[in-house]
C-alpha cells in the first residue's frame, strides 16, 4: 500500500561577514594602559583581533614588489638614501619622472594613501623592514618622505615622518625625501551613511556614526569597553578599530571650517563634516585606534586627528568611533514541498 508523505523544508537564514580587504597592522601582542602585555583576552585591542589579510613584500635590484596594493616601491640605495628634495612636492614629482629606476619610466611621487602603506606600527622606524635605502637611523633625522597630497585651500602637502611614527602637512618649500612608486593610483573608499551608522563598500567594513561621537571622550580601554558593548540598530559585534581601518576613512585632499587651520577633514563619513567644530568634545579631534605603539612604548596608542598620525598616552580622554565586519544576511532556501511516496 502507497503512502503519501509530505516533507516541510525550513528556510535556513544565517549570517555571513564580508572580509575586510585592509591588511593586518603587524601587532600580534596585547598591551593595557601601562604598556604591560595581556595574556588572558583581556584587552580586545589589535594585537587580540589581528583583523586584515597577510600580506608579503619582495624586493629585487632596489625595487620592492607590493602585490597587495599592486604598488612597486623605489629602494634604490643610490637614489633614496640621502636625497633631499627642495621646493616641495613640485620639485619631488619632476625627480620621480625623471629617475628611469628598472628602465620603467612610469614612476611618481606617491599619494599619502599610498605612502601610508608602507608604515609599520611596530617597528622604529615605522616602515616595513624590507625596506634598504633609508637615511641614517641615528635618531637626528626624522624620516621625513613627501606625498603628492595637498592640503586643500594651502601651499603645503601631506609628509609622513617615519622616525617619529606621525604625519602632518608641510609647506613645499621644506626639504624632505622622496620615496618613489609605479602602478595604478590607489582608490578612494566608498562610503554611504545608514543613519546611525556607514558602510564602507571597499573595505566591507561598518563603522559607528551615531551623536555618540559627537561627544564620547574616553581613555583607551574605556574605549574598548565601549565599542565591545555598543549595539546599533541590534547590530552587534563592534570594536575599536586598528590604526589602518581607521585611517582609510580619512580624506586628506579636503578641506573644512576645523577648529585647527592647518589640518584636513578629519573624517570621509560626511554624516558629522562639522565634528571638531563642536565644543561638547571640549577641543578634542583625536580618535584612538586599538594599535600600540611599537616596540617600546605600548602605553601609548596611535591616533589620528584630522587626517595626522600621532599618538597618545592611553589614559588621555580622546574620541571614540567603533567599527566592525559588515554582515551580509544569506537566505538559504530549498524547495519549499517535497511529495514522497512509499
Known amino acids: 500500500m502507497l503512502s503519501r508523505y509530505t516533507c516541510f523544508v525550513l528556510l535556513v537564514s544565517t549570517t555571513?561577514?564580508?572580509?575586510?580587504?585592509l591588511p593586518r597592522?603587524?601587532?600580534?601582542?596585547?598591551?593595557?594602559?601601562g604598556g604591560w602585555e595581556v595574556t588572558d583576552g583581556s584587552i580586545k585591542d589589535d594585537?587580540?583581533?589581528?583583523?586584515?589579510?597577510?600580506?608579503?613584500?619582495?624586493?629585487?635590484?632596489?625595487?620592492?614588489?607590493?602585490?597587495?596594493?599592486?604598488?612597486?616601491?623605489?629602494?634604490?640605495?643610490?637614489?633614496?638614501?640621502?636625497?633631499?628634495?627642495?621646493?616641495?612636492?613640485?620639485?619631488?614629482?619632476l625627480y620621480c619622472r625623471r629617475i628611469g629606476l628598472g628602465d620603467f619610466t612610469n614612476w611618481r611621487l606617491p599619494t599619502y594613501k599610498e605612502l601610508s602603506t608602507i608604515f609599520l606600527t611596530q617597528w622604529n622606524p615605522y616602515i616595513d623592514t624590507i625596506f634598504q635605502a633609508l637615511p641614517p637611523n641615528d635618531g637626528t633625522d626624522s624620516m621625513t618622505y613627501w606625498s603628492n597630497s595637498n592640503l586643500a585651500g594651502t601651499t603645503?602637502?601631506?609628509?609622513?615622518?617615519?622616525k617619529d611614527g606621525v604625519s602632518n602637512s608641510d609647506l613645499n618649500d621644506y626639504y624632505h625625501y622622496v620615496r618613489c612608486v609605479r602602478g595604478t593610483t590607489l582608490p578612494k573608499n566608498q562610503l554611504r551613511s545608514v543613519g546611525n551608522y556607514a558602510i564602507d563598500e571597499k573595505t566591507h567594513l561598518m563603522w559607528e556614526d551615531t551623536p555618540a561621537v559627537r561627544t564620547n571622550l574616553m581613555?583607551?580601554?574605556k574605549a574598548i569597553e565601549y565599542c565591545e558593548n555598543l549595539n546599533i540598530e541590534g547590530y552587534k559585534g563592534w570594536r575599536l578599530p586598528n590604526l589602518i581601518e581607521l585611517r582609510s576613512i580619512y580624506d586628506v585632499t579636503v578641506r573644512t571650517n576645523s577648529w585647527r587651520d592647518d589640518v584636513a577633514l578629519a573624517l570621509g563619513l560626511n554624516v558629522y563634516p562639522d565634528l571638531c567644530t563642536n565644543?561638547?568634545?571640549?577641543?578634542?579631534?583625536?580618535?584612538?585606534?586599538?594599535t600600540s605603539v611599537g616596540p617600546s612604548s605600548q602605553q601609548y596608542a596611535f591616533t589620528i586627528e584630522n587626517g595626522m598620525i600621532g599618538s597618545k598616552n592611553k589614559t588621555d580622554e580622546l574620541r571614540v568611533r567603533c567599527v566592525r565586519d559588515r554582515s551580509n544576511p544569506a537566505i538559504i532556501t530549498l524547495p519549499a514541498i517535497i511529495?514522497?511516496?512509499?
Not at 597592522?25 to 594602559?33: I, L, P
Not at 603645503?156 to 617615519?162: A, D, L, M, P, Q
Not at 511529495?339 to 512509499?342: C, G, R, S, T
Open 279 to 290: 565644543d561638547t568634545g571640549g577641543g578634542v579631534c583625536s580618535f584612538w585606534s586599538s
Open 339 to 342: 511529495h514522497i511516496l512509499f
Open 156 to 162: 603645503g602637502s601631506w609628509v609622513i615622518h617615519f
Open 25 to 33: 597592522t603587524g601587532q600580534v601582542k596585547s598591551y593595557n594602559e
Open 219 to 221: 581613555k583607551w580601554e
Open 47 to 93: 594585537g587580540y583581533y589581528q583583523k586584515g589579510k597577510d600580506r608579503v613584500l619582495t624586493r629585487n635590484k632596489g625595487i620592492v614588489n607590493d602585490p597587495f596594493y599592486g604598488l612597486q616601491w623605489q629602494d634604490d640605495e643610490t637614489k633614496t638614501k640621502a636625497i633631499d628634495v627642495p621646493e616641495g612636492e613640485e620639485s619631488a614629482a
Open 16 to 21: 555571513l561577514f564580508a572580509e575586510s580587504t
